[in-house]
């Protein structure tokens, strides 16, 4: 007699075999299900801010106590509705691509003819090109030269990591170039401490990240590791509050904690205007480095936060949820009683020194715009001795570079741009050109403020992340100079009431060193109450 039955051998053994083949079958992943997922990713993200941010915000003007601040969160948060709403841009620098790509190493391909940073380009072409909503382009390729836009946003920026497992996880961000401009690292000794870095560094970064936001803080490894950590940890959700509830398990968490509670209670607030809140969260990613070594790298996430993440698995496409309109908070924002309504085709020096800092202005009539670019240009032409091809002489210019119009718009989503890049041409503008005043968002440097006093003229600030709230105010736009520069033209303007508040006063005041300033004592005395002191 045999030993064993063949027949259930044979049997065991087919089902061994079949066992191992569909473990280790690879899921392949279609080409265009990735850039069909990030063109639908980047779309999304233009116009739905994330809900856990909203959150936060709503808490954060709920607490304010400062009014221009708490006006400003008012902006964001309505203009963050209103976006959701009519699926256009929050911001209208719809920025750089991020995308950190996570690859399962039993990944397969359905096709090799391209790599993933060309699938991302492709889905980052379709995303900014899109008619129905046309996303800015702002990368400049040849950027220690001729700097000429690529008209695509491409390419974008890829990180790829390979992992566990037979799917691809995909986060990707569109980061604005004001926040990330605002990017601060550091090779600290071993012994010193980053809590006491980031407080003593915040506050050089001015109002150009457009707080209220998120610090993403890299730790660790070399000086490139920590920026992709510091990066990637702003993919993270807002949740500060429930670690402040349950309390901190280890070291990073209480670190998290600290920054959180002292960059608070700087006083910046929102915009840069004083106020309780200047962070909504703090991120911290961390791995180890030298023994020599502590390299931090803090990364700032603006008003106009923009991420999602989602998976493939081969069953097509990602599929990315709309959140519902009731979702968002029903704030209103009225602008007081005490506002200033001007026209600004009819204004002079002797109207304008009267504006105070602080106060609230409805603009009507017609302003110009004007960029780095245009600005450079300008400059240029005045040292070639060429005539200028718009007069600037009692106008204000508005830094800015709107998205392109659709529909019945007179033009897309226009939020400022940051004021203290053109600080540098602001006294060639203003004793050249005829200039009245400027428009942009945060603060002007210490020289420029002088500049602006000494020739009489007023710096306002509109809401940064507030610009398709900015764009209802203009209801005419045309480009009259400087059409090949694209969306850094020179635009005519034709706005009604369009808000702004006089940021910088022909006395040479500025709400960005007043405010701050005020309101970090008030936190100081209130702490101070607190603890019974």
Request: include cysteine; hydrophobic fraction near 40%.
């Amino acid at each position: 007699q045999p030993m064993y039955d063949i027949g259930k051998f044979i049997t065991f053994n087919l089902s061994l075999a079949q066992l191992i083949k569909k473990e280790t079958v690879m899921a392949i992943i279609k080409q265009q299900d990735l850039i069909e997922s990030v063109a639908d990713a980047l779309q999304y993200i233009s116009f739905y801010h994330p809900l856990d941010f909203i959150q936060a915000l709503e808490k954060a003007y709920h607490k304010e106590e400062s009014q221009a601040a708490k006006d400003a969160i008012a902006q964001i948060l309505i203009n963050s509705r209103m976006s959701a709403h009519g699926k256009r841009p929050i911001c209208q620098d719809t920025g750089i691509v991020t995308c950190f790509v996570k690859v399962g190493m039993a990944v397969q391909w359905d096709k090799t003819d391209m790599t993933v940073q060309q699938m991302v380009d492709e889905g980052t072409r379709r995303a900014y090109l899109n008619p129905d909503n046309p996303l800015r382009a702002s990368i400049v390729a040849d950027p220690a030269g001729k700097r000429i836009n690529t008209k695509d946003n491409t390419p974008s920026v890829v990180h790829i990591d390979m992992v566990p497992g037979d799917h691809i996880e995909v986060m990707i961000a569109a980061k604005g170039g004001g926040s990330e401009n605002k990017s601060k690292m550091a090779m600290l000794n071993p012994s010193d401490s980053i809590a006491d870095w980031v407080v003593k560094t915040l506050p050089t970064m001015g109002a150009g990240w457009c707080p209220p936001g998120m610090l993403g803080i890299g730790i660790g490894g070399t000086a490139e590791k920590a920026g992709v950590l510091a990066k990637e940890s702003l993919m993270d959700p807002v949740n500060i509050q429930e670690l402040i509830d349950r309390g901190p398990e280890n070291a990073e968490e209480e670190l998290r904690l600290e920054i959180y509670d002292r960059v608070n209670k700087l006083g910046i607030g929102a915009q840069g205007l004083g106020g309780l809140t200047t962070v909504v969260d703090i991120k911290i990613n961390s791995v180890p480095t030298h023994a020599a070594s502590k390299p931090v790298v803090m990364i700032p996430n603006c008003a106009a936060t923009r991420h999602v993440h989602f998976h493939l698995d081969g069953s097509g496409p990602a599929d990315l949820t709309p959140p519902k309109l009731e979702d968002w908070p029903e704030i209103t924002w009225e602008v007081g009683e005490n506002v200033r309504r001007v026209n600004v085709d009819e204004l002079s020096k002797a109207d304008i020194s009267s504006w105070k800092t602080g106060e609230t202005v409805l603009l009507s009539g017609t302003i110009l715009t004007g960029r780095d670019a245009a600005h450079k240009r300008i400059q240029d032409m005045l040292a070639a001795g060429e005539e200028l091809p718009v007069d600037f002489t009692d106008k204000f210019i508005y830094y800015v570079g709107p998205v392109d119009a659709i529909g019945d718009e007179a033009v897309g989503p226009a939020g400022p741009t940051t004021a203290t890049r053109m600080d540098k041409f602001t006294e060639m503008m203003l004793s050249k050109t005829g200039l009245l005043g400027t428009i942009g968002k945060a603060e002007r440097g210490p020289d420029t403020v002088e500049c602006i006093k000494k020739h009489k003229s007023v710096y306002l600030m509109a809401v940064g992340g507030a610009a398709y709230l900015v764009s209802k105010a203009i209801k005419k736009a045309k480009v009259v100079a400087f059409e090949d520069m694209g969306m850094e033209a020179i635009y005519e303007f034709v706005v009604e009431d369009m808000p702004v508040t006089v940021a910088v006063d022909s006395l040479g005041e500025s709400a960005h060193v007043t405010g701050p300033a005020i309101w970090q004592a008030k936190i100081a005395e209130l702490d101070s109450k607190l603890k019974g002191e």
